[in-house]
């Protein structure tokens, strides 16, 4: 995993700045604003539409420079937004970047419905479950509810939004998503969006040992306090590790395993006792996680 950097550009005056292609980000993100705005707002605006011309909405404001972490933030494209600069005085000599990870993100549209009702339900399966929704337009008077269905069949409410220009984000896994709006009027002008993102989970678990085999030595009672211990099957190299329990003996005694006696195919060992004939110990032998 490596990290990306990005500059978001400033407009030429106030407005939004140039949008940003920031998709292979991953969640955690920091944004870091330098240099002078006096008097003036810089607000950081995301959105999840293709071609960045889509629904922006806020994501933070800085009044001064400052870094500032944002973690499991999903985003498509982000720029900047000045309000309050005056020309030609005082100086505006401003700069906005951010950074994170190359995780990356995956984002889908939700379909808004002909009026009120269920919009046509999308398939999220391959999204990660750290979402970041934005909601754009305009829908005076109603509400869009994002709901969520594991089944494609029944469908459960998310959150409901009954103001624009918004974005959250939550954790959620889902099979299908769409939204439902209701309280729309056909005499008011409806211009509602809603789009996901969703940061791309991790293609790999947890580390497990590897080249694992588990094996018991039957003693003949000639060992002596020190033996080679030979492994059924040989190791690919000498880099593994011995775990080792008692099976039935005729007396307890304690076992040490000598690591620099290591072969492929076997490995030394020392006792307090002398095995008895026909003592069990059990040996597991493995590679450790990397």
Same mark, same amino acid.
């Given at each position: 995993m490596?990290?990306?950097f990005f500059n978001l550009p400033? =407009? !030429?005056?106030?407005?939004?700045? %140039? #949008? !940003?292609?920031?998709?292979?980000?991953?969640?955690?993100? /920091?944004?870091?604003?330098?240099?002078?705005? =006096?008097? %003036?707002?810089?607000?950081? $605006?995301?959105?999840?539409? %293709?071609?960045? #011309?889509? %629904?922006? #909405? =806020?994501?933070?404001t800085f009044q001064s420079? $400052?870094?500032?972490?944002?973690?499991?933030v999903a985003a498509r494209y982000m720029r900047v937004n000045v309000a309050g600069r005056k020309t030609p005085l005082p100086v505006f000599a401003a700069n906005a970047d951010v950074g994170g990870n190359d995780m990356g993100a995956r984002f889908a549209v939700l379909p808004m419905p002909a009026l009120n009702g269920a919009g046509a339900p999308v398939d999220v399966s391959a999204l990660g479950s #750290?979402? /970041?929704? !934005?909601i754009g337009g305009e829908f005076p008077g109603a509400a869009i509810t994002i709901e969520v269905s594991e089944d494609g069949t029944d469908y459960a409410p998310l959150k409901t939004i009954s103001d624009y220009g918004r974005q959250f984000s939550t954790v959620v896994t889902g099979n299908f998503m769409r939204v439902n709006?209701?309280?729309?009027? =056909?005499? !008011?002008?409806?211009?509602?969006s809603c789009s996901v993102g969703a940061i791309n989970d991790p293609?790999?678990?947890?580390?497990?040992p590897s080249n694992w085999q588990s094996f018991d030595y039957v003693a003949t009672g000639l060992e002596g306090q020190s033996f080679t211990v030979p492994i059924p099957v040989a190791q690919p190299d000498a880099l593994y590790q011995v775990r080792y329990s008692m099976g039935e003996v005729f007396r307890q005694f304690t076992l040490v395993w000598l690591p620099a006696s290591r072969l492929v195919g076997a490995f030394d060992v020392e006792v307090s006792t002398e095995p008895h004939e026909g003592d069990v110990i059990h040996f597991d032998v493995f590679n450790p996680p990397p």
């Amino acid at each position: 995993m490596a990290n990306q950097f990005f500059n978001l550009p400033m =407009p !030429v005056l106030n407005g939004p700045g %140039a #949008a !940003v292609d920031v998709s292979t980000l991953g969640g955690d993100k /920091t944004i870091v604003v330098a240099g002078q705005f =006096p008097g %003036a707002t810089i607000t950081i $605006e995301l959105s999840q539409d %293709a071609g960045g #011309a889509g %629904a922006y #909405a =806020p994501l933070t404001t800085f009044q001064s420079g $400052e870094t500032r972490r944002l973690g499991d933030v999903a985003a498509r494209y982000m720029r900047v937004n000045v309000a309050g600069r005056k020309t030609p005085l005082p100086v505006f000599a401003a700069n906005a970047d951010v950074g994170g990870n190359d995780m990356g993100a995956r984002f889908a549209v939700l379909p808004m419905p002909a009026l009120n009702g269920a919009g046509a339900p999308v398939d999220v399966s391959a999204l990660g479950s #750290a979402c /970041t929704f !934005v909601i754009g337009g305009e829908f005076p008077g109603a509400a869009i509810t994002i709901e969520v269905s594991e089944d494609g069949t029944d469908y459960a409410p998310l959150k409901t939004i009954s103001d624009y220009g918004r974005q959250f984000s939550t954790v959620v896994t889902g099979n299908f998503m769409r939204v439902n709006v209701r309280g729309r009027k =056909p005499i !008011v002008t409806f211009t509602g969006s809603c789009s996901v993102g969703a940061i791309n989970d991790p293609v790999s678990g947890p580390s497990l040992p590897s080249n694992w085999q588990s094996f018991d030595y039957v003693a003949t009672g000639l060992e002596g306090q020190s033996f080679t211990v030979p492994i059924p099957v040989a190791q690919p190299d000498a880099l593994y590790q011995v775990r080792y329990s008692m099976g039935e003996v005729f007396r307890q005694f304690t076992l040490v395993w000598l690591p620099a006696s290591r072969l492929v195919g076997a490995f030394d060992v020392e006792v307090s006792t002398e095995p008895h004939e026909g003592d069990v110990i059990h040996f597991d032998v493995f590679n450790p996680p990397p």
